[in-house]
């Protein structure tokens, strides 16, 4: 998936909370980005992410823990980087 010359991950999620955000951790529990403002798409909210960190550096290859906050519900889910470099 590209946008630009940019890797990208969608997640989409069941909700119309246009408040929700997604927090991505590396594996030492660090947070390196936040994801906000998600876009609605048939009762569904979408959020994209170009697999850089708040910084603006494209993150380190590994595993990344991404935590929904979706009103107080919260949901984790996991995600590999390869070849990012």
């Given at each position: 998936?590209?946008?630009?010359?940019d890797g990208h991950v969608r997640f989409i999620y069941p909700s119309q909370?246009?408040?929700s955000s997604i927090d991505?951790?590396?594996?030492?529990m660090d947070q390196v980005a936040r994801l906000e403002s998600p876009i609605s798409i048939d009762n569904q909210i979408e959020?994209?992410?170009n697999g850089?960190?708040?910084n603006g550096k494209k993150v380190a290859n590994g595993v990344y823990?991404?935590?929904?906050?979706?009103?107080g519900i919260y949901?984790?889910?996991k995600l590999a980087?390869?070849?990012?470099?």
């Open positions: 998936n590209l946008i630009g010359d909370n246009l408040y991505i951790f590396d594996f030492s959020f994209i992410w850089r960190a708040d823990f991404c935590r929904l906050n979706d009103n949901k984790w889910v980087i390869l070849g990012s470099s």
